[in-house]
Structures are given as structure tokens and as C-alpha cells.
């Protein structure tokens, strides 16, 4: 069974703190993703990457980074917390090749006081 | 760029009743691929049917089908004999084929569907 997991469903941090969120999967995929979820916006793209330390920015990169230091495992960061980060965050992986299916971990809720 | 759009925010239906969720689509390109996403109250977003633009044929997995227009950019999910357990978030989504084998997915805001027993 594909399986991506998330290091924590609810998460609380203040103004300022660097956030690690951490996301790992055990399907072997090339291509990892960050999502955000709010409400009334669906999800929107942050980041994504296609391999081991390579990075692409999606469309709301502002605010975050990535790491991707093993394929299994894809990190966003948020430098510098603030309470407009407050949110849902989602990850996903899938294959380089078609039908690019991505499978989703069960999401993160960050809370930035 | 794409966009996705869904233009019903809710929906209710009874249950053992057929539904209709709409979702309509903005490109210039003509390789993509369509996918309807489910998401429960537990926030797993579950993939429940997808759909390659160069077939014609309308994907159906069980309950579940579409009705895929590709000249109208159209893209709508029928679930017939609606059961509890579908009530969830249910999301479009848009897959360019021209950007490789890495690109996101672009979403619409989805609709919420409520069953009514």
C-alpha cells in the first residue's frame, strides 16, 4: 500500500520560529510536492522537486524554501514564521512518467500565533 | 496558465440519489490530464477518477464517472447511488502533459458534498 506520511498533523508556532514541516514516502518517486489549503482557495502549489537536491518554485513560493537531501524525504521550511502562514499543508509525491498521478499525505495544520 | 473552476461551492443530495459535480477547465494546450480528488473530514485526499485528454472515452470506476468535453473544457464527475461515505471535498484538478514529468497539479476551490440519508 503507497503510503506518505507527514511528521505531525497539528503543529503551533509563534511569530518569528522556523518551522520544519517533514514529509517522506515509500513509493520510490522521482517527484515530491508541497501543497497549501485554505479555505475558498483550494490547494496551491509552493514547491516541488523532480529529484534529489533539485527544486522548482510553484506559485506561491514566497515565504518558504525546500530541501530535498534523499528521494524519499522533502522538507519545506518556513525562514521566518508569520500568522498569514497559518494553514494547511499538504504533500505529494508521484512518478516522472505518465499518468502523474500524486498521492497525498494526510496534511499538516499549522497554526502561526 | 490554467485555471480550474468549480462553480458550486456545495451540493446536497439524498442518499441512493445521483449527483452531478461540475468543473470546467481554461487551456490552450491539448495534451493534459483531469483528475477528481476526494478529501474526507480525516483530510486524506483520496484519488477518485482520472482522465487522459487524447481519449475520448469517459472514465468510470465503479459508482464513479465523468463526462468529459474537450471541446467545451469540460470536465464533470457523476457519482451515482450516493452513500454516506462519499461526503467529503471534492477537488478538480488540471495535469499539463507538455511540462515533463515534473509539474503540480492546478486545483479548483471545490465543492462540498453533503449526503443526505
Known amino acids: 500500500d503507497v503510503k506518505v506520511t507527514q511528521s505531525s498533523r497539528y503543529l503551533v508556532k509563534r511569530t518569528g520560529e522556523k518551522v520544519f514541516l517533514e514529509c517522506v514516502q515509500d513509493?520510490?518517486?522521482?517527484?515530491m510536492f508541497w501543497y497549501r489549503q485554505d479555505p475558498g482557495l483550494g490547494l496551491r502549489l509552493i514547491y516541488f522537486?523532480?529529484?534529489?537536491?533539485?527544486?522548482e518554485k510553484g506559485d506561491i513560493p514566497e515565504g518558504y524554501s525546500v530541501s530535498r537531501e534523499k528521494k524519499e524525504r522533502f522538507s519545506l521550511i518556513l525562514e521566518s514564521a508569520s500568522t498569514n502562514q497559518t494553514s494547511m499543508y499538504l504533500c505529494a509525491s508521484s512518478r516522472h512518467a505518465p499518468p502523474f498521478e500524486q498521492f497525498f499525505g494526510p496534511g499538516t495544520r499549522l497554526t502561526v500565533l | 496558465a490554467q485555471t480550474v473552476t468549480q462553480s458550486q461551492p456545495e451540493m446536497s443530495v439524498q442518499e441512493a440519489e445521483t449527483v452531478t459535480l461540475s468543473c470546467t477547465y481554461d487551456t490552450s494546450e491539448s495534451d493534459y490530464y483531469l483528475f477528481w480528488y476526494k478529501q474526507p473530514p480525516s483530510r486524506q485526499m483520496i484519488l477518485v477518477i482520472r482522465q487522459e485528454a487524447y481519449k475520448q472515452q469517459n472514465a468510470t470506476e465503479n459508482r464513479f464517472s465523468v463526462n468529459f468535453q474537450k471541446a467545451a473544457k469540460s470536465f464533470s464527475l457523476k457519482i451515482s447511488d450516493s452513500q454516506l461515505g462519499d461526503a467529503a471535498m471534492y477537488f478538480c484538478?488540471?495535469?499539463?502533459?507538455?511540462?515533463?514529468?515534473?509539474?503540480?497539479?492546478?486545483f479548483g476551490k471545490g465543492t462540498h458534498l453533503i449526503i443526505q440519508p
Open positions: 484538478a488540471y495535469r499539463s502533459y507538455s511540462g515533463g514529468g515534473a509539474d503540480g497539479l492546478t
Open positions: 513509493m520510490d518517486h522521482e517527484n
Open positions: 522537486s523532480y529529484d534529489v537536491k533539485m527544486k
